[in-house]
């Protein structure tokens, strides 16, 4: 089984300059595109909601694994290099290494998400306004299982 590096080593670069996009909010590209080295800034709806220098971190893999779009735009704040993954979706089927590294990345975002949203909750616990609404959402979200998911059979396998 090959390793996450020497998948990595065999996959085409893409190299941005200072303000150069790597994906734009709503487009339909079936990439995935992972930092090699540098800075992007990920935008929202045109809003700055971070940077981005991490090595190895994942940009496109929403939209592939949810069959969406793309929910925000990168931008490379740096010159910046990217590893590309052409089919994402194939890769991360049959990929193991891959498919486990997009799953902890995944996992991270959710449990930062998760402690975020707790300490929301702990800060307006004590409000009995509109407030309780917002608490009966998250609780919503937190607990919101997928409905179309698409299953493999073991044939596929």
């Known amino acids: 089984m090959e390793t996450l590096n020497e998948f990595l080593s065999e996959l085409p670069v893409r190299k941005l300059q200072p303000g150069e996009v790597l994906m734009h909010q709503g487009g339909t590209d079936k990439q995935v595109f ?27 893999e929403m939209a592939i694994l949810l069959n969406k779009n793309h929910t925000a735009t990168v931008r490379a704040a740096t010159e910046s290099e990217f590893y590309v993954v052409e089919d994402a979706k194939k890769v991360l089927t049959w990929h193991p290494e891959a498919a486990m590294y997009v799953a902890e990345i995944l996992a991270r975002r959710l449990d930062s998400l998760n402690r975020y949203l707790v300490d929301v909750k702990s800060q307006f616990r ?19 299982h997928p409905r179309n998911v698409e299953r493999r059979s073991f044939e596929e396998q």
């Open 126 to 144: 004590q409000f009995d306004d509109h407030v309780n609404m917002v608490d009966e959402v998250l609780d919503t979200l937190m607990t919101k």
């Open 34 to 60: 992972l930092l090699k080295n540098g800075a992007v800034e990920v935008l929202k709806d045109g809003v700055s909601i971070t940077e981005v220098s991490e090595e190895l971190a994942v940009f496109g």
